[in-house]
Structures are given as C-alpha cells and as structure tokens.
C-alpha cells in the first residue's frame, strides 16, 4: 500500500512512517519544514514538503495522487496560538479530506483527541484545540466517500510501548505511549471494517492486533 501521511514529522507520524515502512509499505509524509525532510527519510518515508496552511486542494490531491490511505496526524502542537487551532487543526484536516476525495483515496483515518468536541466550551487555548478537532471529526463524518476510522488517544506519552491497549468507543481517561498508538493505526490501516468507528485508545491489557479485531467485529 502507498500511505500519505499529514503532520510527517510529528512523533506520532515518525513512529507509524517507520512501522509501515517496516512492514513493506511505501510512506510518504507531508511537512511543511524542508529541514525535516531527512528525518523522514530516516524513518523509511518519503518527504513531501507543502504547507497545508497555505495550499490549494489541487496541490494536496497531487500529493496524494495514487494512495491507498491517508492519515491525518497534522497539528499546531503545543504553544501554538488559538488561530492556529483553527487554521490548522480544523481547516487543514478539512482540506486533507477534500484533497483525498479529490484524489479517490478512500481508507482515511485521523488522530484526534479523547474530549474532541465542535460544542466544547471555554475560553483557553485547549478549549479551543478541543473544539477545532470536534469540528474536524464532524466533517469527517458526514463523507460518506471516505472509509474513515477516528482515534481519540489520550494522554500521550514517550514511555516504551507495551503493545496492550483498551480500543474502545468509550475508554475513560488515561495514558497511552505514542509507541501504541502508532501500532495501533498501522493496524487500523490495513483493517477498512474499521470504518465509521470514532474509538478512545488508552493503555490496557489487550494485545494490539486483537483489539482492534475486536472492534471492528462489533
């Protein structure tokens, strides 16, 4: 499979570029920062630099002309300003789901984060992180053209993975090494009977390739 990163130099998307690339994939990872582009090489992924901030969707359908999935793991991270909550975490998701429509890649999931809410309330720059992923999830959902599965994680860590997770609608809060999730989107990509779920990854007692079997037997 060809897989289309957004956000490739983030920590998640290093460490899913470097499983998939593993596994026999071609990756290519979208950065907007040319200087990171060797980092991405060294993950075994192709860098492919646009600033999703700026571009067209003529320009981000290119980029993923020909690929069999695409993942959204672009964020303004921490610091950021609240118009960049916006600009990047609601209106360049947006943009990716045009371009991929656009480009008929229909296996698309997205990185979210567990108390993601368009309605959320509150004036702090979470409040608004919280609310510019809501509504990017919203949009997600009302394409009936994508196969989209949505994870929510929930406080991420750079502790070693364990590879036993809790994949679940509804998980509670908790913690989860960026290792795990990483593994479990590589699961989930291969794994389209997946789709239409919004699911809460935390850290459990579950090995990774069963619980994502398992929900997507549900």
């Not at 371009?99 to 309605?119: C, E, K, N, T």
């Not at 609608?169 to 593994?183: C, K, L, N, Q, Y």
């Amino acid at each position: 499979m060809r897989i289309v990163i957004a956000g490739g130099h983030g920590q998640i998307a290093l460490r899913l570029e470097r499983l998939l690339s593993a596994g026999g994939h071609e990756v290519a990872g979208i950065i907007r920062n040319p200087d990171q582009s060797q980092d991405l090489r060294d993950a075994g992924a192709e860098p492919v630099v646009l600033d999703l901030e700026s571009a067209s969707v003529a320009e981000v359908t290119e980029a993923l002309r020909g690929a069999d999935a695409a993942v959204f793991a672009a964020g303004a991270g921490p610091g950021s300003s609240i118009d960049r909550k916006d600009t990047v975490d609601r209106a360049a998701a947006v943009l990716f789901a045009d371009a991929a429509q656009s480009a008929g890649v229909r296996r698309y999931l997205v990185i979210s984060a567990m108390g993601a809410d368009s309605a959320h309330q509150g004036d702090e720059v979470f409040d608004a992180y919280l609310r510019a992923k809501g509504a990017a999830d919203d949009d997600v959902r009302a394409r009936p053209q994508l196969v989209w599965t949505i994870v929510r994680p929930g406080h991420l860590t750079s502790d070693a993975g364990t590879g036993l997770v809790h994949l679940k609608a509804s998980t509670g809060r908790g913690t989860v090494p960026r290792d795990d999730v990483a593994a479990v989107l590589a699961e989930l990509i291969e794994t389209p009977a997946t789709a239409g779920l919004t699911l809460e990854l935390i850290t459990g007692s579950v090995p990774v390739m069963v619980a994502v079997k398992d929900v997507a037997g549900n």
